[in-house]
């Protein structure tokens, strides 16, 4: 019975030791196995494509959807937004979604705003939205299992790329800047001496305007003496006249009544 229970405790013990032995073995392998065999992880996005009842076209990434609205991540003039619409708004029929990965989504969007830089009008708004989406496509392939050290190193190249040209932009601006001021004090200095010269100019017409309008009067002032002096010697000559008219008016009366006189009397007589 002893024996019995001895070799039944010596089997046990070599089988526990066979046990652990493969236990051992077992987790020293299995992250190998497991990392050969697992299909490597990769972020993806949806993109919404559909149309609105009225006709307009509609792509973005999706965001949120239920039974009653849809929210996309839209790029529209020059601007990522989020837009919700109704689905009673839009066909519904013509919905459509497709996975992308979303290192390429951000990619594609850097891209558009690096090419919309250099033309000098929204430039430091879309250098930082370039850098921005990179980031975004960097992290995003960071995040995954894949071995992606090639792709990540093409978008830093980019990233830094993007940071040199935006550094040259700003040294560029400041050039313009400085050109443009410049050139603007170089026209309003040339604007202010033509003005002086027109104010020159004018002031020399309103001198000869004002001699002019001196010698105008003057001329009237004597054609005015004059016109007074012919008035009062035609008024002389009036005078004279009507004072001798009727000098001779008395005297013809003196006559007529010489006469008148000189009738009654010889008439008187007879």
Do not use: C
Not at 145 to 174: C, F, G
Not at 185 to 213: C, P, T
């Amino acid at each position: 019975m002893r024996k019995a229970i001895t070799i039944s405790a010596l089997s046990a013990m070599i089988l526990f030791a066979a046990i652990e032995y493969t236990s051992a073995q077992t987790d020293q392998t299995p992250k190998i196995t497991t990392a050969t065999r697992s299909r490597p992880r990769i972020n993806v996005i949806s993109i919404a494509d559909f149309y609105m009842r009225d006709g307009e076209s509609i792509t973005g990434k999706m965001l949120k959807q239920d039974k009653n609205q849809i929210t996309i991540e839209q790029l529209k003039d020059g601007a990522v937004i989020t837009v919700t619409f109704s689905k009673r708004e839009m066909d519904s029929r013509t919905l459509k979604t497709r996975k992308i990965a979303e290192h390429v989504y951000y990619t594609d969007l850097a891209e558009y705003f690096a090419a919309r830089t250099w033309d000098f009008r929204d430039d430091p708004d879309d250098f930082i939205q370039a850098i921005r989406a990179y980031e975004k496509a960097k992290q995003s392939l960071v995040d995954t299992d894949r071995d992606e050290t090639e792709t990540i190193a093409a978008v830093d190249d980019a990233i830094a790329k993007l940071q040199a040209d935006r550094e040259v932009w700003i040294r560029e601006t400041k050039s313009r800047a400085e050109l443009k001021a410049l050139e603007f004090e170089a026209e309003a200095l040339k604007r202010m001496k033509e003005i002086e010269q027109a104010f020159a100019e004018g002031m020399i017409h309103i001198d000869e305007s004002l001699k002019y309008v001196d010698q105008s009067v003057g001329d009237v002032r004597e054609q005015n003496k004059a016109t007074a002096q012919q008035l009062q010697n035609t008024t002389n000559q009036t005078n004279q006249r009507l004072n001798t008219l009727e000098t001779g008016i008395r005297n013809n009366s003196a006559a007529i009544n010489d006469i008148w006189t000189r009738l009654n009397i010889y008439f008187y007589r007879n």
